[in-house]
């Protein structure tokens, strides 16, 4: 069997607070195959963002390791986990994190910039279209929509075709119309460019699209399972 491009091992994270210590996530193990699709699921405050965070290599976890495409994320420097981070990873955070200063199609063209791709301008504008966002490549965010916004980032994080992409409540901005073609998109990503996908969502509809559903209660891993057959 191929080696997991996600594997996520005894992960416990732990901060400090008034009462002593809070345990956010505790001793979650699971691996996710290239190509395999993956909803997190569970209430709010039950650790899911911290989760993705950690396998972004964003958050470092108290105990546990993740392996991401083989190397240990936090065996790495800072240098070579953003490295790494920025070959294989794609990310929409729930707070949509563009640069305010960048236009929209700026904000699109960064990271194809970081990569030395010389069409950068043309895959971002493409992009930007497919998001239904063509006529406003130079707006600011500050004045897109939060839903705008939102397909932004999205488009930010599709435009590099990565390897895996991690996204947290990806549709939660946007109304049904424009959260169904986001969604189109993503699994268009995972068929064409094999992106194995790790949504976090409410959403049970986006859920049920998944191969593969983890339910996340107060930390702990309590459900890992197959999506039922349609
Ligand atoms: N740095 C921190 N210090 C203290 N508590 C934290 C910290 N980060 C997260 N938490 C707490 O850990 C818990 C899990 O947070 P997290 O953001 O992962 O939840 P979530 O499942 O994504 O929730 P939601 O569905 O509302 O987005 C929450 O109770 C949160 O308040
Ligand atoms: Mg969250």
Redesign the pocket.
């Known amino acids: 069997m191929p080696e997991a491009i996600i594997a996520v091992q005894r992960v416990t994270k732990q901060?400090a607070?008034s009462t002593g210590t809070?345990t956010?996530l505790h001793e979650i193990d699971f691996e996710l195959r290239a190509r395999e699709s993956v909803a997190i699921v569970?209430?709010?405050?039950?650790?899911?963002?911290?989760?993705l965070s950690i396998i972004a290599g964003l958050d470092v976890p108290t105990s546990g390791t993740v392996r991401l495409a083989g190397a240990d994320l936090f065996a790495l420097d800072e240098d070579a986990r953003a490295a790494l981070r920025a070959q294989q990873v794609g990310f929409v955070f729930?707070s949509f994190q563009l640069l305010g200063n960048l236009t929209a199609l700026e904000n699109v063209m960064l990271p194809l910039e970081l990569m030395g791709r010389n069409d950068a301008r043309a895959a971002a504008t493409e992009m930007l279209r497919r998001v239904g966002l063509g006529e406003r490549l130079s707006h600011y965010p500050k004045v897109l929509s939060g839903g705008e916004q939102q397909r932004v980032a999205l488009a930010r994080a599709f435009v590099v075709r990565p390897a895996v992409l991690l996204a947290?409540?990806p549709t939660g901005s946007l109304d049904f119309a424009t959260g169904a073609t986001v969604m189109a998109l993503m699994f268009d990503l995972n068929r064409e460019a094999g992106t194995t996908l790790v949504l976090?969502t409410?959403d049970r509809a986006i859920a049920e699209r998944c191969q593969r559903q983890l339910r996340?209660d107060a930390g702990r891993l309590v459900q890992d399972e197959a999506a039922a057959p349609a």
């Open positions: 901060v607070d809070l956010i569970g209430a709010s405050g039950s650790g899911k963002s911290t989760l729930q947290d409540e976090v409410h996340i």
